[in-house]
Every structure is written in structure tokens, then in C-alpha cells.
């Protein structure tokens, strides 16, 4: 029996049934994604509450990150294992109730040990969202549900900064993990009442051996990515053992998976071409859109002097481009062919970061919003035809794993992303502002020119700190930019990976999905 009967069934309409199921699992995944990002905003009051140093606190961030990475890949095995509602149903409860213990929780140790549960619980919510999706709804249909999950998905970490900056600043940042309950509650009994159940492998094996040494290498990868920079990288023992463990764990994995009778992971998951493009091009996806949401707002508000909220707002409307995007594409799929609608996202996405590598500390409003916009519609514009022609030819047993490698290639671009992007521009700021600061001698004649502020004075301690200040601030500038610029020759770097895509036709003719 097909999906799409089982809905009729359930719903009472074809429509109706798979409007219902959608709505549950959005709920679920927007849930997820908000929590990439909403937390972050609300370490500083967090760290304060809980007297803790700011490397303490950043564990609160690695714990879910590093738990959420390492849960990502069983999703497939679990799902077939158990059954796929089941394990939705368990997850959804699951992040509830850790959600529940974080805004409870009273010291650093709790704080970190709840978060731990939260991601092992949430890691699966989006690899799963996606799969019942496309089971739920024929071939002819992808293109559209893609679209819907996508919103999900993309919103949730653009929507997060400013979310957990108003619950923080105008409630208590325990608001910030509470505010997932009533929607766990509903995204629980909306999977319970509509989404469908698999089939059930009850003597699957389990490789253990397989799944202990790939999460050895994501957690030890995860780990060097987050602590790099405050321990100074590869000067640092503790980051030089993590990326020898995660090294020597994916070397052994690789080989154990094409050499073992029933691996982790199946090698024929890779040898479908779309898939494993589609796996680098939403790694570069991940790069791009989370190290710009990282970048951004310490941006607006350590150089141009934005509060959170003003902040917040400004990088808003990114959100609002992506869902006017996702809401055309999804339509165009079919008629256009997918390559080229994904090469018009890099396009746009590619625009948007030149622009941004030409702000100053001066840039308007207007002109934030304009490049939030055209960013915003070109990650839609590549995210849902992505998702739509990366599994278009999949064998759909395959399916379980497929969505869980698709998601963790996303988080780990994220984690990479971010960490390369802090590192450039740390230490770009410190060499910018060595060169500028080397140029601003006594002898130089323009320091004793008559247009010079009085403020700047290089006979003054007052005088040389705030000439200073404006140096730092210049050199951070010029950082921030040299920033954008490398994510934007990233974007460019990966155009060429679509001429390995097939094209429409191996799309439209992609299976039909029954469960058996």
C-alpha cells in the first residue's frame, strides 16, 4: 500500500492526510532548528547565572553540538529497526523533556548533561521529517514537499538569533528551551495521529564496531572544531590528539565498511551519483549559511553598535527571502530543469556575499536587508531543488540513511564553517591591525596635519588609545569582509559540481515510494 492511500485512510482525503502529517513533522523540525541557534544568544545571561567561565560555558554549545553529530547516522538503522513513527514519536518526547531539564537546570554539569540528551534526542527529528515526507507524498510531488521542509529547516537557524534574543532580553533565557515544550507537545500528538508506520526489521544486525568508530571520529572532529580556537589549534596537545583520533577513526571506518558483510553504513549508498554530489553541495550549503549567521551579528553590534533585538530584525528578513523562494521553486520543479534553478541560487547566493564583502561600518539598514533578501532567496533556490534531485535516484531502501548523511554533512559544513570562518578572521584582524597600526609613526606627516582630530593626538595616552580603538575597529572591518569574500569563491568553487548531476529526466522518472 502506497503512502498517499494510507494517508486517504487516515485523513479522510489524500489532501487532508498529508496537509495534517506535514504540519506534525514541521513542527518537529522548525522545533530542532530553531535550537542550532536560539541558545547562543543567551550564553552570556546563562554564564552568569551559573557562575561560569566563558570556556565552561561553551559547553553548553559542544555538548549538543558533538551529541546531535554522533546520533545523526544510526537515524537509519534505528528507523528500520524500530519503525520510523515509533522512533519520531520517541525522539519528539525525548526533546521535550530534555528541553524541560535545561530551562531547570541549576548548575553547569546539569546544564551540559541535559543538553547531551537534547541532541542525541533531536538528531534525528530532521533526517526523519524528511524521509516521511517523501514517502508521503507520489514523485510528481517531491518538488513541493521539499519546499515545505526546507522552510523548516533553513528558517530555524535564520529565526533563532532573533527569537532567543527576545525571549532572553524581555522574559529569562530559561524561555529559550521552554518555549519548545507546547510545540514537542503538539509536533507528539499530530506524529501519533497521522504519520504512518514502516515495516519493522526485527533481526536487523547491528555493526557496533562500525558505528563506535565513526562516531569516534565525528566527536573528535566536532571537539577539535569547537575548541580550536580557544586553545590556540594545532599548539595544543588536547587539539592535536582529537585530530589524530579523528583521522586514524574515519581511516579504519572506510576500510571496515567496504570490507565487512553488513557495515554501518552500506557502500551503495555512495554509488549513486546525485547523491554523493548532492552530499557536497549541502556541505558547502552548510558552510555558507551558518558561518554568515555567525558572522553577521557580532558584526552589527560589536562594530556598528546594533542591540540584540535592532540586530535581530535587521537579519530577519533573510528568512522572509527564503520562504519566497522556497514557495516559487517549489513550483518550478518539474518544468525547469533542477541544475539550473540550482545555479541560479549559487548565482544570487554568490551576489550577496560580494555585497557584503564592500560593507563598512557605515552600511544602512536598507542595504542589510537588500543582501539578506538575495541571500535568503538564493539559499532557497538552492536548497530545495538540492533536496529534491539528491534523492530523486535513490534506491529508496536507502532512504533512511540517505536523509540522516544528508543532515549530517549539513551540521558538520556548519561546524567546519564556523570554526574556519572565526579562526580567518581572528587572526586577519590581528595582522591588519599590525600593518596599520605599523604605518602610524611619529614621522608620518599626515598624523600632523592640521584636519587631524584633536582626539587623536600622538602626545597623549588618551590620544594614542583612541587612535587605537579606530585601528582595531578598521582591521576587524577589513577582516570581516575578507570573510565574505572566501565564502563567496567557495560558492563559485562548487558551480561546477552540477555538470556531474543528471539531469530532469533521471528526475521525473524517479520510483514510485510504497512501503511494503
Not at 21 to 38: E, F, H, K
Not at 194 to 204: C, H, I, P, Q, S
Not at 426 to 440: D, F, I, P, R, Y
Request: proline fraction near 5%.
Amino acid at each position: 500500500m502506497t503512502a498517499a492511500a494510507i494517508a486517504t485512510e487516515e485523513g479522510g482525503s489524500t489532501k487532508l492526510g498529508r496537509g495534517l502529517t506535514t504540519v506534525s513533522i514541521m513542527l518537529a523540525t522548525i522545533m530542532q532548528a530553531l535550537d542550532t541557534t536560539i541558545a547562543n544568544v543567551a550564553l552570556p545571561h546563562m554564564q552568569g547565572s551559573m557562575s561560569a567561565t566563558q570556556d565552561q560555558i561553551s559547553w553548553v554549545l559542544t555538548s549538543y553540538i558533538v551529541a546531535a553529530a554522533i546520533m545523526t547516522p544510526p537515524t537509519g538503522y534505528l528507523a528500520a529497526r524500530f519503525g520510523r513513527k515509533k522512533l519520531f514519536m520517541v525522539a519528539v518526547a525525548g526533546f521535550t523533556f530534555s528541553s524541560i531539564l535545561c530551562g531547570a537546570a541549576t548548575s553547569l554539569p546539569e546544564m551540559v548533561l541535559f543538553r547531551l540528551m537534547q541532541g542525541a534526542f533531536g538528531a534525528g527529528l530532521v533526517p526523519l521529517s524528511q524521509a516521511v515526507l517523501l514517502d508521503t507524498y507520489p514523485k510528481e510531488q517531491h518538488g513541493s514537499a521539499m519546499a515545505i521542509w526546507g522552510m523548516g529547516v533553513m528558517l530555524g537557524p535564520i529565526l533563532g538569533p532573533t527569537l532567543g534574543g527576545y525571549l532572553t532580553e524581555y522574559y529569562n533565557w530559561r524561555w529559550v528551551f521552554y518555549i519548545n515544550v507546547p510545540v514537542g507537545i503538539l509536533a507528539f500528538m499530530g506524529i501519533m495521529s497521522f504519520v504512518t508506520e514502516t515495516d519493522k526489521k526485527a533481526g536487523l544486525p547491528f555493526d557496533w564496531f562500525g558505528f563506535a568508530l565513526l562516531s569516534l571520529s565525528i566527536g573528535a572532529l566536532q571537539m577539535m572544531l569547537d575548541r580550536g580556537e580557544s586553545q590556540d589549534w594545532f599548539s595544543s596537545t588536547e587539539i592535536l590528539i582529537e585530530t589524530v583520533l579523528c583521522g586514524v577513526a574515519l581511516y579504519m571506518f572506510l576500510v571496515h565498511m567496504f570490507t565487512a558483510k553488513r557495515p554501518f553504513l552500506e557502500p551503495g549508498l555512495f554509488t549513486d551519483r546525485n547523491f554523493a554530489v548532492g552530499l557536497c553541495f549541502i556541505f558547502v550549503i552548510g558552510v555558507v549559511l551558518l558561518a554568515t549567521l555567525a558572522l553577521l551579528p557580532p558584526f552589527l553590534q560589536q562594530l556598528m553598535g546594533y542591540p540584540v533585538m535592532t540586530a535581530g530584525l535587521v537579519l530577519a528578513p533573510r528568512g522572509v527571502g527564503s520562504m519566497m523562494a522556497m514557495m516559487v521553486v517549489g513550483r518550478l520543479i518539474g518544468r525547469v530543469d533542477v541544475r539550473l534553478l540550482i545555479l541560479f541560487g549559487l548565482g544570487m547566493t554568490a551576489l550577496s556575499l560580494h555585497q557584503m564583502a564592500g560593507f563598512t561600518t557605515e552600511v544602512s539598514q536598507q542595504t542589510l536587508v537588500v543582501t539578506g533578501i538575495i541571500q535568503g532567496v538564493g539559499l532557497g533556490f538552492i536548497f530545495v531543488p538540492l533536496s529534491t534531485i539528491t534523492f530523486a535516484t535513490l534506491d529508496p531502501k536507502y532512504r533512511n540513511e540517505g536523509t540522516a548523511m544528508f543532515s549530517l554533512m549539513r551540521n558538520i559544513g556548519s561546524s567546519i564553517g564556523i570554526s574556519v570562518m572565526t579562526t580567518m578572521l581572528t587572526q586577519n584582524s590581528q595582522v591588519l591591525h599590525e600593518g596599520l597600526s605599523g604605518a602610524l609613526t611619529p614621522f608620518r606627516m599626515a598624523l600632523h596635519s592640521p584636519w587631524m582630530p584633536s582626539a587623536w593626538s600622538l602626545d597623549s595616552s588618551v590620544g594614542l588609545a583612541a587612535l587605537n580603538q579606530v585601528v582595531t575597529t578598521q582591521a576587524t572591518t577589513i577582516a570581516y569582509l575578507d570573510d565574505f569574500t572566501a565564502m563567496m569563491w567557495i560558492v563559485i568553487a562548487v558551480v561546477p559540481l552540477l555538470l556531474l548531476m543528471r539531469g530532469p529526466k533521471a528526475t521525473s522518472s524517479a520510483p514510485d515510494i510504497a512501503m511494503e
